[in-house]
């Protein structure tokens, strides 16, 4: 290649830059396709295992929510097919452009791989986007419990749905439309060919910022859960219906645990390992350890459906009457539900129905 090709595909600025730091990844992918024949066939087992069994969960959640008339009403479960749809593109994207990097070595052009990369930062933004959205609906049927109805309405989630989706979108693909080290003649990424740094920065503050809210909304969300469990104790739990509900205090404080231990093993390691990007140079032994870090974010895209969505007792019973009219059986599971939400389940499952509770109501006010 000549020097007039090397400048036009990826031309050096006379900036100062980093003396252990260049911009020559933007044309040198095979820098970054560092696994061995052995870590090749672990990571192909992983993404032909997680990524069919991702991509089947997301699309049964989505079926089972757009198909009942209940489940569509409720804001929460808009905030779910969000998620839902996020981990349905991760189970695609990431997949395919994993391994067709990482052990094809299928060499594209720059905008394609952009473009490519574009979508597997689209589909995990939009996963953690999604879970900041759940959270905050979780935060405020804490919080303002009362207000909740009034605050979480169908055409405010649809509004911040919107303004999600279009933020997760330009952000991602900003890469592709300019925001690049072979464009802008700057510092490129170690871990990702043509990206650059000061957009990793940035991408990794927004993220990290999101990941911040989460926690906090959820830390929050176990805080009042065991106010409300210590409030039980002193008052009413000598009765049966007492008991339920602390029953149900302590499952809600496990369940946000898992949460929250979930998403500090999937995204830590990743993320520690973008932040180490932006100070030091890494080595192929670190990067091979990032590529295997990467599937811990594609894994947690398979863990979200069986936490936030198959866990609820509404979708196991639009679950259970879809096998019993795929089987041809005359029951109608969702009798109760589908009544214009008329009548209650005696055990509510969700944070936005255990907060109505009135004892838990009174609680926010001891």
Known sequence: MSSTDAVSTCPYSNATVAPEKTNESCVNFTSFMVLTDSQKIIVSSICFLVGPLTLLENLLVLCLIFSSPYLRRKPSYL?????????????????????????????????????????????????????????????????????????????????????LWTTIVLISFLPLMGWNCSTLNSVCSELFPCVDETYLACWL???????????????????????????????????????ARMRMDIQLAKTFGVILAILVICWSPVLSFMFVDLFSKLDNKLKMVFAFCCTLCFVNSTVNPLVYALRSKDMRQVLLGAVARCRGQATFFLSSVESDGQQKSIHPDTVCELVEVPSLTDCRKT
Request: hydrophobic share 55%; charged share 15%.
């Open 205 to 243: 503050a927004f993220v990290i910022s999101l990941l911040v809210f989460i926690v906090y909304a959820y830390i929050h969300i176990l805080w009042k859960a065991h106010k409300h469990a210590v409030y039980m104790e002193k008052h009413v739990i000598q009765s049966q219906r007492g008991k």
């Open 79 to 163: 905030f779910i097919s969000s998620l839902a749809l996020a981990d349905l593109f991760a189970s695609i994207f990431f997949a395919f452009f994993f391994v067709e990097f990482h052990v094809f070595k299928n060499m594209v052009s720059t905008s394609t791989f952009l473009f490519k990369l574009g979508g597997v930062i689209m589909a995990f933004t939009g996963s953690l986007g999604s879970l900041l959205l759940t959270s905050i609906d979780r935060y405020i049927c804490i919080h303002k419990p009362s207000e909740y109805k009034t605050i979480i309405t169908r055409k405010n989630a649809f509004i911040s749905l919107a303004v």
